[in-house]
């Protein structure tokens, strides 16, 4: 019997294939490619929403540096993005100052309430793992002192001229983007999890619910603790009346984070650290952050001819996936808060390391697992702006898991972080649990130069998938040739499974499995199958989300791009 189809089912069907139709109708470009870069002279500012982008933008126009853009742009975030970051999140960053010709790396994360120790866990029966959400994750919110330190050095406009159009977006209100809203109502929806949050829903919904695509979201009590940080700094939050609201509102709950630990906040300056990769230097934070995974990564890789194997090939992703669970099992290992902790920093990230554990690599066959390396002596926003001088910056920010622990302050329009979750109580583990300290971090920026020179701001937003994005980004502009959007619109690969640096049951010992995109063609997929690999296909959320601007060596022009996965958008004038 024959089937027979309308033609315009088959006219349907062959539309819901973007990829394909996408590179038939774009004139040049590789096949997966979205748009063009955006090409600007006096600056550049990219972000995962429009309107962030567009207030960064602004204050650029008006004579903000790069870092006052950035800043301008998380709070915006924090406003129209809540279930992703906010002043209750830690912050990272790295600059580019044209005047010094040098990086400067930020560590803005905060530490471990001094109140909350072990005996306070084990008599509440807590004793395998933190809990993901409520007041035992909270960890001292560090974005606030974040800002202020990146300002005090790099800033341009007042701190007032820098949140101002922010606070007037959270009193007037803002138009949600789709994927905004559908990540916000989904989140939402999450009963079991906020319920038992006072304060949540409150802070947070429209009547118990997220806001729809396009409908007004206003957030006055945000707005209000904006103007208080504006006018009166850093110290309104950690040492002032917001630190005193904070105290108070723990103490109603039975918490644990104090206006002493809100006191005892420090951000932290930090070297940056860096590989080179076929004549590009590569640059990460060091711990107590994940990005030195993504040099280990790319040493691995540097041992291979990546370019010869091309694009999206079972050889390339096979090579690709074992160099991360390679990383992964030293990031399980190894990565902490170094006040706590001695890490084996320039060990990890050497040449000569990277071959010993290339050398365990079987070509054909997918490990189940792999131990760390044996040391031979004794989720998030992502955004990235640059101005007409020259400034580049990189920053990262995020509540960690979702809308974070869920805990809220109604009057003061943000929600905390959950990131004391990524602790362990293993004993003797580098990321054991310990008040006043800083837990593992998976919020990572990233940046290029060449020559000594700028080159690169970009960032892969996404839990795990940041170092495997990272790394994927360089070799699809390094080895395959790609421009600044292509390499973030080409179909990625996210390995889920590794060896995690907390939970109980965090050994990997199935090979784990890996995630792909519809990009990759069938006969890749099954070739991997054939090389031991698990594959699952997967959706956008899996595979992170970039921003990056290139800055041309020879004429200074930025060149921008977004991810295409999101509501994203990269500005420039």
Not at 158 to 180: C, D, F, H, W
Not at 489 to 497: I, L, Q, T, Y
């Amino acid at each position: 019997m024959k089937l027979c189809l309308p033609l315009s089912f088959l006219f349907t069907l062959l539309c819901s294939l973007p990829i394909a139709v996408r590179g038939a109708d774009r004139p040049q470009g590789r096949l997966w490619a979205t748009r063009s870069e955006v090409v600007a002279q006096n600056g550049i500012v990219a972000t995962s929403e429009p309107l962030a982008s567009q207030v960064g933008l602004e204050v650029l126009k008006r004579g903000g540096s790069a870092v006052d853009a950035a800043i301008a742009a998380n709070a915006m975030q924090g406003l129209v993005s809540p279930y992703v970051n906010g002043m209750g999140g830690d912050l990272f960053a790295i600059v580019w100052d044209p005047k010094t010709e040098k990086l400067y790396g930020l560590n803005a994360s905060g530490r471990s309430p001094l109140g909350l120790t072990r005996e306070v866990f084990e008599a509440n029966g807590i004793t395998e793992s933190i809990p993901t959400y409520g007041k035992y994750s909270v960890s001292v919110p560090g974005c606030v002192d974040g800002w202020f330190e990146l300002h005090g050095q790099f800033g341009t406009l007042s701190m007032e001229e820098i949140l101002n159009p922010v606070i007037e977006y959270a009193r007037k209100g803002a138009p949600i983007t789709q994927l905004s809203s559908n990540s916000w109502k989904n989140s939402v929806r999450v009963r079991g999890t906020w319920d038992n949050q006072p304060g949540f829903l409150d802070t947070f919904s429209i009547d118990g619910r997220g806001p729809e695509k396009g409908e007004i979201w206003k957030n006055e009590a945000l707005a209000n603790t904006l103007e208080k940080i504006a006018q009166g700094g850093r110290d309104v939050f950690y040492r002032g009346e917001i630190a005193d609201t904070i105290d108070a509102y723990f103490q109603e709950i039975d918490g644990y984070l104090r206006k002493e630990d809100l006191v005892a906040h420090r951000s932290e300056w930090v070297e940056p650290v860096s590989t080179n990769y076929r004549g590009w230097d590569v640059w990460e934070l060091p711990p107590n952050g994940q990005g030195i995974a993504a040099l280990q990564m790319l040493n691995i890789l540097e041992g291979y001819d990546i370019a010869s194997m091309g694009f999206g090939s079972a050889e390339y992703i096979h090579a690709l996936v074992e160099a991360k669970k390679l990383a992964f099992e030293d990031r399980a290992k190894y990565y902490a808060d170094p006040e706590f902790s001695e890490i084996p920093l320039d060990w990890l990230i050497s040449k000569e390391y990277a071959a010993e554990r290339r050398a365990l690599i079987d070509t054909e066959r997918a490990a189940r697992e792999y131990a760390p390396g044996v040391l031979q002596h004794g989720e998030t926003i992502y955004l990235c702006a640059a101005d007409k001088d020259g400034m580049m910056v990189s920053l990262i920010q995020s509540n960690f898991a979702g809308f974070g622990s869920g805990v809220c302050i109604p009057e003061l329009g943000f929600g905390f972080q959950n990131r004391g979750a990524s602790f362990t109580f293993e004993e003797g583990h580098a990321n054991q649990y310990q008040p006043g300290k800083r837990p593992f971090h998976t919020i990572i920026p990233a940046f290029v130069t060449e020559d000594g020179k700028p080159l690169i701001a970009f960032g892969v937003m996404g839990g795990q998938m940041q170092p495997q994005g990272h790394t994927q980004i360089i070799v699809n502009l390094k080895d395959f040739g790609m421009n600044l959007q292509e390499a973030g619109d080409a179909p990625r690969v996210n390995h889920m499974g590794s060896t995690q640096p907390f939970g109980p049951d965090g050994k990997m010992t199935d090979g784990g499995e890996v995630l792909y995109e519809s990009g990759i063609p069938p006969e890749v997929v099954r070739d991997l199958a054939l090389k031991r690999h698990k594959m699952m296909q997967g959706i956008g959320y899996y595979f992170g989300g970039y921003q990056a601007i290139m800055r041309d060596p020879a004429t200074g022009v930025y060149l921008g791009a977004s991810e295409s996965r999101s509501d994203g958008q990269a500005a420039g004038y």
